[in-house]
C-alpha cells in the first residue's frame, strides 16, 4: 500500500480492529520512510452481479451509488449512518444469495423501498418518488395512501 504522504511502498501496521458485524478490518498504518501515519479498511470483494438499468445498459454494482441514494432520502430525517449501511449490507448479501450474473434495477430499488418503509416512512416516500417516477401527483398520493392504509391494518386487531 502506498504512503498518502510520500508515495513510499513499505509500510506497517501498528493496530488493527474489527467491525461490530465483523465484515471490515481497520487497520492503522505507518510510513518506512516518513513515519506519517494513516488509517486503511479492508472488506472481502464480493463478487456481484451487473445491472440492468432502465435502458439497457448493463454497469457493475456501485454500493456507492446505494448509500447515496439512501442519503438523499433520509436527508433530514433521524435514521442513522449505521442504519443506511446496514441497508446497503442486506442489499448486498441478498443479491449474492441470489448467485446471478445480471439483477435489473427495479429489484435492487425494490429490496431498498422495502427496507425503508421498515425504517422511516418519509424517507420511503422521498425514495420512491425518484425511483417509481410518479407521472404526476394521484399516483404520488396513492402511495400515501397505501402506506397510511396498510399502517391501520398493521395496528388493528
Known sequence: M???FCN???DK???SRQSRDGDVIRRRRECLKCEGRFTSYER?????????????RREP???QKILQGLERACEKRPVSVEAREALAMNVEKNLQAAGEK???????GKQIMDGLKEIDEVAYVRFASVYRQ???IKEFMQEIKDIVYNKKDLKSP
Do not use: G, T
Not at 47 to 56: A, E, Q
Not at 102 to 108: D, K, L, T, V
Open 8 to 10: 513510499h511502498i513499505e
Open 134 to 136: 410518479f407521472k404526476d
Open 44 to 56: 472481502i470483494e464480493n463478487i456481484l452481479p451487473h445491472v440492468i438499468k432502465k435502458d439497457n
Open 102 to 108: 445480471e439483477i435489473p434495477s427495479s429489484a435492487i
Open 61 to 63: 454494482y456501485d454500493r
Open 13 to 15: 501496521v501498528i493496530d
Open 2 to 4: 502506498r504512503c498518502p
